[in-house]
């Protein structure tokens, strides 16, 4: 297990996961205090709180294996350092956005951190484990909003749908393939981004059908590529400006 | 009107309603009531937490999970339509008066020690 | 978090006519016994007006209060503070909505409270309506707003009507979180770099006048409320309430090397009590009327988040579903 290769392997994987987390969460936490209504902000910011949690438990996870600290990875790398996919980059949006965003993307995190969680890396299925429950309320979450939409109103159905259309194709962009997928298959880390995106597919277009969502024949799924390979969306650099504006203001300082 | 304001995220929102505009939010909009029952752990109570607005049962525990169960420890939460409670007035409170005399429903009314002393002719052993 | 000294109006100081005087005799001995009153307990008109008033500010002055702690959530410096702040907004929303739970009870409304905030009918703490210009201030207002409005809600936790003191509990458990993690960066830029205690001080000497009016005029100039305190519904004077927060805080503030923004703000040493220029108090019935530095944002913005969130709010109405008032 001291091959370099390995190690570099599952930083590729905690990296970009950890990356994820941290800017969805981010974004989900805009909505923060200005929901549309007062039950439903406490649940989307709580949920923005579990996902910035995970990000820093990922950083911590990449600083026992010798990285920098997680507040040094996360508010004080450069843009193209970054490792998260497009579809977390984009902003919030009006609510039927931020629903279906995270929808598409709370699906793939649970069957992720269910296929980590029997993962030969054992902190990595540890946390997987942990997350488990926090995970299905996200999940439990996103399907009644889509389901409860899709039955509601005209404008609802009339908003959602169009989200769907803008947003699936990105959502590809979290299945893009690092460079070693093979490894992680093959030492048992993780059985890669294609088996993910096949059980994804499986279950979002079984819901979708379930509620009345056509979802569109995605031909070129690399049109959303990029993020793992460090090239973003034009949204990322200022959303990472933003976060970092205050520690900046004092290199070195502690707050 | 556009603000410039402090707050990125509010210096984002291309069109804020003006100081003229009326907002009026409609009743119906608040939808209805659930009240929340929380049970801390397996065998204890569940217990009258608060309520929450919400359209139906199912999203009422979506809420009712993050607005009253996101510190300690939580086992189950019901949610209950208000609408659905019955209850007793406060005015009629006095029905639960209990008389001074009921004491026959208490354990402490039934004293039987004096007389199984002397049943036992109060000899031998303590 | 919330700040009081306004939420009685003037009054006439005797029962309404339509309070039955046997009624009313009742209710009082209750309230001298030290039991709670419940929301379908007979109540007089005006303890039931003057309650939905209190709450429902307080309730206004929650998710008021989120706006400008929320300029600084994307903007917070390090995981720590990121994971803090988001925590205690969200809070403030939560208490907003255990506070509007707890005044619906009385018979307004949710929605018609609202419509009362967004037409600028009903008031919310006036601190709220000054703005969060660097980090420091978000420290300030966790550490020393927060404080406050624990002394205010932790005496008025002790109150008569029953589900606010429920909600006030559960809000002060949560508070001693806030005012705990407002404190902890408040320090951290205290005894940082020269820049960072630059910018705490220079936030403290802004907030000052503000938090000095949060508890409301003195009471040899606010309205009479003797009647507010036989029912339990205001159980502390502001000015005893600004004295309780002095003692505790200003030690809190010195003990740092800190200082505060008036040359005359000192502890009696005979009177034990503390000695302090008084604020503007003009100024403060200016930003009350409207003529702050944010009131127009904080109301714009709550007036766009209640018309962006109204599609979602209609499209789940069951018009079959009957509204009853919750209870309890």
């Known amino acids: 297990?001291?091959?370099?290769?390995?190690?570099?392997?599952?930083?590729?994987?905690?990296?970009?996961?950890?990356?994820?987390?941290?800017?969805?969460?981010?974004?989900?936490?805009?909505?923060?205090?200005?929901?549309?209504?007062?039950?439903?902000?406490?649940?989307?910011?709580?949920?923005?709180?579990?996902?910035?949690?995970?990000?820093?438990?990922?950083?911590?996870?990449?600083?026992?294996?010798?990285?920098?600290?997680?507040?040094?990875?996360?508010?004080?790398?450069?843009?193209?350092?970054?490792?998260?996919?497009?579809?977390?980059?984009?902003?919030?949006?009006?609510?039927?956005?931020?629903?279906?965003?995270?929808?598409?993307?709370?699906?793939?995190?649970?069957?992720?951190?269910?296929?980590?969680?029997?993962?030969?890396?054992?902190?990595?299925?540890?946390?997987?484990?942990?997350?488990?429950?926090?995970?299905?309320?996200?999940?439990?979450?996103?399907?009644?909003?889509?389901?409860?939409?899709?039955?509601?109103?005209?404008?609802?159905?009339?908003?959602?749908?169009?989200?769907?259309?803008?947003?699936?194709?990105?959502?590809?962009?979290?299945?893009?393939?690092?460079?070693?997928?093979?490894?992680?298959?093959?030492?048992?880390?993780?059985?890669?981004?294609?088996?993910l995106q096949s059980k994804w597919e499986e279950t979002v277009s079984s819901i979708c059908s379930a509620n009345g969502i056509i979802l569109a024949q995605v031909n070129d799924k690399s049109l959303a590529y990029g993020g793992r390979k460090g090239y973003h969306t034009e949204y990322l650099s200022p959303l990472l400006n933003e976060m970092t504006e205050v520690l900046r203001s004092e290199p070195g300082a502690i707050w | 009107m556009k603000i410039i304001s402090l707050d990125p995220r509010i210096s984002r929102i291309s069109e804020l309603p003006g100081q003229d505009e009326t907002v009026i939010v409609d009743h119906q909009e608040g939808w209805i009531t659930y009240e929340v029952f929380h049970q801390k752990k397996t065998g204890t109570q569940h217990t009258h937490v608060g309520i929450v607005h919400a359209p139906n049962a199912e999203m009422a525990i979506i809420f009712a999970k993050e607005s009253f169960a996101r510190r300690g420890a939580t086992s189950n939460i019901w949610v209950v339509k208000s609408e659905d409670v019955t209850a007793l007035d406060y005015t009629d409170s006095d029905i639960f008066d209990t008389t001074a005399e009921k004491t026959y429903r208490d354990a402490s009314f039934y004293k039987t020690r004096d007389k199984i002393d002397q049943l036992k002719g109060n000899e031998g052993h303590e | 978090m919330y700040g009081g000294g306004y939420t009685g109006e003037p009054e006439k100081n005797q029962p309404q006519a339509q309070d039955d005087p046997v009624l009313l005799a009742e209710f009082e001995a209750k309230i001298d016994r030290g039991e709670k009153i419940e929301p379908r307990d007979w109540m007089p008109a005006d303890y039931r007006k003057q309650l939905i008033r209190m709450i429902e500010q307080h309730a206004h002055s929650e998710i008021i209060g989120a706006l400008p702690e929320g300029t600084f959530i994307t903007r917070a410096p390090g995981f720590k503070r990121k994971m803090a702040l988001m925590a205690k907004v969200q809070d403030e929303i939560g208490h907003g909505q255990m506070l509007y739970s707890a005044a619906e009870t009385l018979g307004k409304t949710r929605e018609q409270m609202f419509n009362d905030l967004l037409s600028g009918k009903s008031k919310y703490s006036n601190v709220f309506n000054y703005p969060a210009i660097t980090w420091a201030d978000v420290t300030v207002i966790g550490f020393l707003i927060d404080a406050a409005a624990i002394v205010n809600q932790v005496i008025n936790s002790k109150g008569s009507y029953g589900p606010y003191c429920r909600a006030l509990e559960r809000i002060c458990y949560e508070e001693a979180f806030h005012l705990k993690q407002g404190h902890d960066a408040f320090v951290a830029l205290a005894a940082g770099s020269p820049m960072q205690r630059q910018m705490a001080q220079e936030s403290l000497n802004r907030w000052w006048e503000p938090i000095m009016h949060f508890f409301g005029p003195s009471d040899k100039m606010s309205v009479h409320s003797e009647r507010l305190m036989r029912w339990k519904v205001k159980l502390a004077s502001n000015d005893d309430m600004r004295q309780q927060f002095l003692n505790t805080y200003v030690p809190k503030i010195w003990e740092l090397g800190m200082t505060l923004p008036d040359p005359n703000l000192k502890k009696n040493a005979e009177t034990k009590q503390w000695e302090f220029t008084e604020p503007n108090w003009d100024t403060f019935f200016k930003v009350i009327n409207g003529d702050g530095p944010c009131n127009k944002e904080r109301l714009a913005v709550r007036k766009w988040a209640e018309e962006k969130g109204r599609w979602v709010r209609q499209a789940l109405i069951n018009p079959k579903e009957k509204y009853t008032l919750p209870y309890a």
């Open chain 1, 1 to 195: 297990m001291s091959n370099p290769e390995y190690y570099n392997a599952v930083k590729e994987l905690l990296y970009k996961m950890a990356d994820d987390e941290l800017i969805m969460g981010h974004r989900n936490s805009e909505w923060t205090g200005i929901g549309p209504v007062l039950e439903e902000d406490i649940a989307f910011g709580s949920m923005a709180q579990d996902k910035v949690g995970h990000a820093y438990n990922f950083y911590q996870l990449l600083h026992e294996m010798g990285e920098a600290d997680p507040d040094i990875i996360a508010f004080q790398r450069e843009e193209k350092k970054f490792k998260c996919c497009h579809l977390v980059e984009l902003p919030i949006g009006e609510y039927d956005f931020s629903l279906v965003r995270h929808f598409l993307f709370d699906h793939a995190e649970y069957l992720r951190f269910e296929m980590l969680s029997n993962s030969t890396f054992e902190p990595l299925a540890n946390l997987a484990k942990k997350y488990k429950g926090e995970i299905k309320y996200h999940v439990f979450h996103a399907n009644t909003w889509i389901k409860q939409l899709m039955n509601g109103s005209e404008e609802s159905k009339a908003r959602i749908q169009p989200s769907f259309n803008e947003l699936f194709a990105t959502a590809y962009s979290i299945f893009e393939p690092g460079p070693f997928e093979d490894t992680l298959a093959r030492e048992g880390v993780f059985a890669g981004e294609t088996v």
